[in-house]
T-cell receptor
Framework: EAGVAQSPRYKIIEKRQSVAFWCNPI?????LYWYQQILGQGPKLLIQ????????DSQLPKDRFSAERLKGVDSTLKIQPAKLEDSAVYLC?????????????????FGPGTRLTVL | SQQGEEDPQALSIQEGENATMNCSYK?????LQWYRQNSGRGLVHLIL?????REKHSGRLRVTLDTSKKSSSLLITASRAADTASYFC??????????FGKGTMLLVSP
């Protein structure tokens, strides 16, 4: 089974420039997540999609970040304009719903990430 | 904001020794998960423990959960150099939303 694919793997831009990241989740996974991981910290959820609808974008800086998942499959995360503090690894994850005895859980599968450096 | 706090921040041991990492969290949870991250394989799910469970095993991993103390521990027995990685706890309180801690960096020396 193919994993979560992300591109590019690395990106270097100057502040105030724009950048876009692409993610293709595991086939059949309805839920897709974008995380930001700053060096030395754990991943922080930016946005969660269920099919092509947004479930949670409460921590997405909407003045500069946007994301879409138009056909409910792959997704794009954009930053415009970038700031120095946006330097981080951007992780995409996907999950399908599982159930144990009435409990619903989701194991998330992560892509390799895109390492963004803003100069 | 980050829910979990792992302790210690860094841990250095010899191959064959056991490694114990702790995680504390602030609000009530549905489940708690542990993930491993290294440069070779990215972020990988290790184990999930539900809020009504107290202990769980998977191979060389043992996880405990104490909801009264809002804490969890991850024990790796008979560690190997390949276990060198950062380990994160992540909690779920709503539907599938994970909140990660800052992680523990584990170094296992041959």
């Amino acid at each position: 089974e193919a994993g979560v694919a992300q591109s590019p793997r690395y990106k270097i831009i100057e502040k105030r420039q724009s950048v876009a990241f692409w993610c293709n989740p595991i086939s059949g996974h309805a839920t897709l997540y974008w995380y930001q991981q700053i060096l030395g910290q754990g991943p922080k959820l930016l946005i969660q999609f269920q099919n092509n609808g947004v479930v949670d974008d409460s921590q997405l800086p909407k003045d500069r970040f946007s994301a879409e998942r138009l056909k409910g499959v792959d997704s794009t995360l954009k930053i415009q304009p970038a700031k120095l503090e946006d330097s981080a690894v951007y992780l995409c994850a996907s999950s399908s719903e599982g159930e144990w005895g009435g409990w619903t859980y989701n194991e998330q599968f992560f892509g390799p990430g895109t390492r963004l450096t803003v100069l | 904001s980050q829910q979990g706090e792992e302790d210690p921040q860094a841990l250095s041991i010899q191959e064959g020794e056991n490694a114990t990492m702790n995680c504390s969290y602030k609000t009530s949870i549905n489940n708690l998960q542990w993930y491993r991250q290294n440069s070779g394989r990215g972020l990988v799910h290790l184990i999930l423990i539900r809020s009504n469970e107290r202990e769980k095993h998977s191979g060389r991993l043992r996880v405990t959960l104490d909801t009264s103390k809002k804490s969890s521990s991850l024990l790796i027995t008979a560690s190997r150099a390949a276990d060198t990685a950062s380990y994160f706890c992540a909690t779920t309180s709503g539907y599938s939303t994970l909140t990660f801690g800052k992680g523990t960096m584990l170094l296992v020396s041959p």
